[in-house]
């Protein structure tokens, strides 16, 4: 399947500096073998106390990941027997990205789209996927405005699956705080993200909260990593879409795993 881009989106971004530095970083990166996230293959593969997901219920579904980058988790979804779908911020990125999912024999759509702006219909997907990429903030935009949409092209009760880094990451590091709960990055180790906004969460609950709107039945984990002085700390958070079938009581009554 060809990489899909919206002319007007494509053209939107042609002059924002982030998205052009950000697309110039994935495209220095074209060589190498591209591995997917570890714990994301444990959340979809691994049996765990606090998190029950049905690896029957994969094949065939339709699966988006926001924020796809170099594709590196598609073959993954692919190997799990998903419909793929996926998005990046500008069409040189998708176009990269697909064009390397074509040599390796990977079928995927490819779009552009960011957080708080998804161009598919309503209910297209049973899975979203937002893998380090849901705190990425727009300008004018607010992480609700991320939730509302996430769950615009979720099906009813279909399922969200994040990694967000904790305040302890090495990412806010010297970053300037702001009153909605957002950052601005002043320092980035890859050189690309000096400037950008990133929505920051205190805790685990805090971040359920902000989603809670659209949202159930609730399960966390986390990573804490000190890699050799490189602290790369994550929530991990897997929860439902609300079914406007349930009634207010039968939300409530969504268990909640911490």
């Known amino acids: 399947m060809k990489a899909s881009v919206d002319p007007a989106q494509s053209d939107s971004t042609q002059g924002d500096p982030a998205i052009c530095a950000y697309t110039a970083h994935y495209l220095r990166r074209q060589g190498g073998a591209r591995y997917p996230a570890e714990h994301l293959v444990r959340i979809l593969m691994g049996r765990h106390p606090r998190l029950a997901l049905d690896q029957a219920d994969y094949r065939g579904a339709p699966l988006l990941e926001v924020g796809c980058g170099d594709g590196r988790n598609l073959g993954l979804f692919h190997d799990l027997g998903f419909r793929i779908h996926a998005t990046e911020v500008s069409a040189a990125i998708c176009d990269s990205t697909h064009a390397r999912l074509q040599k390796a024999g990977i079928p995927a759509s490819l779009d552009v789209g960011t957080n708080a702006r998804l161009p598919y219909p309503d209910a297209s997907f049973r899975y979203l996927i937002a893998w380090n990429s ?5 300008a004018g935009s607010a992480f609700a405005d991320h939730v509302m949409e996430y769950a615009r092209v979720l099906t009813d009760k279909g399922f969200l699956i994040l990694s967000v ?8 590091n010297d970053c300037v705080a702001h009153d909605d709960g957002s950052t601005t990055l002043t320092t980035d180790a890859f050189g690309v993200l000096q400037g950008a906004r990133l929505q920051r969460f205190s805790d685990a609950q805090a971040l359920q909260q902000s989603l809670e709107a659209a949202f159930a039945d609730f399960s966390h984990g986390e990573i804490r990593a000190d890699c050799f002085g490189v602290q790369n700390d994550h929530f991990l958070l897997v929860c439902r879409k609300y079914s406007p079938t349930d009634s207010p009581q039968s939300q409530q009554d969504h268990q909640t795993r911490v």
């Open 134 to 138: 849901c705190y990425y903030m727009e």
């Open 165 to 172: 880094p904790m305040p302890t990451n090495y990412i806010f």
